[in-house]
């Protein structure tokens, strides 16, 4: 069983739609969560993060994080074409520690 | 401020080569990280450097090798290159007093093993 589950997608929404974005992961030691936007062609760049449960909100962008359910999500409101890339989920034990990443899931917006 | 720069942009091997890629991290940040994302497999994680010492090292054979320089660059070697190395090879850094969470990456390095 891979550490973390990512569905691939691809996804594709109308803009202004409201996008979820799900990982799954087996290590219940995981404690830190990160979610990163990757570009075609480009590095991965750090979204959000979130430290053990709970939510976080950033603009348009809201990561929630299910320990419970060994669940984490990020959800896109008002999405625009701009968003269109490939959005990874991260996850270590403690930030000294290796990250795990998701296979990444493909979002198109179209506008 | 400059990013995390990386060189060379693509390089084709042949099976049997060494490649060697190299990493420039951010002015001021000490940990370079270097990451493997081949296609449908995600990015997995090959080494940890910091303060010139491997912290860490990811489930990778040890012709996956590498070092980090007194200006905190660092270069990462693969020997005796096997058809399935070819991939993405993605270099990050992060700054000491700031948890490992804000890793800032580089473009990549495009290794095409022949």
């Known amino acids: 069983q891979k550490e973390v589950e990512q569905d691939p997608g691809p996804l594709s929404v109308p803009e202004g739609a409201i996008v979820s974005l799900n990982c799954t992961y087996s290590?219940?030691?995981?404690?830190?969560f990160m979610w990163y936007r990757q570009y075609s062609r480009k590095g991965p760049e750090l979204l959000m993060y979130t430290y053990s449960s709970g939510n976080k909100e950033d603009g348009r962008f809201t990561a929630q994080v299910d320990k419970s359910s060994k669940y984490i999500s990020l959800f896109i409101r008002d999405s625009q074409p701009s968003d269109s890339a490939t959005y990874l989920c991260a996850m270590s034990v403690n930030t000294g520690n290796q990250f795990y990443f998701g296979t990444g899931t493909s979002l198109t917006v179209i506008p | 401020e400059a990013g995390v720069t990386q060189s060379p942009t693509h390089l084709i091997k042949t099976r049997g080569q060494q490649a060697t890629l190299r990493c420039s991290p951010i002015?001021?940040?000490?940990?370079v990280y270097w990451y493997q994302q081949a296609l449908g497999l995600g990015l997995q994680f090959l080494l940890w450097?910091?303060?010139?010492?491997?912290?860490n090292r990811g489930n990778f054979p040890p012709r996956f090798s590498g070092r980090q320089f007194p200006n905190y660059s660092s270069e990462l070697n693969v020997n005796a290159l096997e058809l399935e190395d070819s991939a993405l090879y993605l270099c990050?850094?992060?700054?000491?007093?700031?948890?490992?969470?804000?890793?800032?990456f580089g473009p990549g390095t495009r290794l095409t093993v022949t």
């Open positions: 990050a850094s992060s700054p000491r007093e700031v948890p490992g969470y804000e890793q800032y």
């Open positions: 290590n219940s030691a995981f404690q830190y």
């Open positions: 002015s001021g940040h000490t940990s």
């Open positions: 450097y910091d303060e010139g010492e491997e912290r």
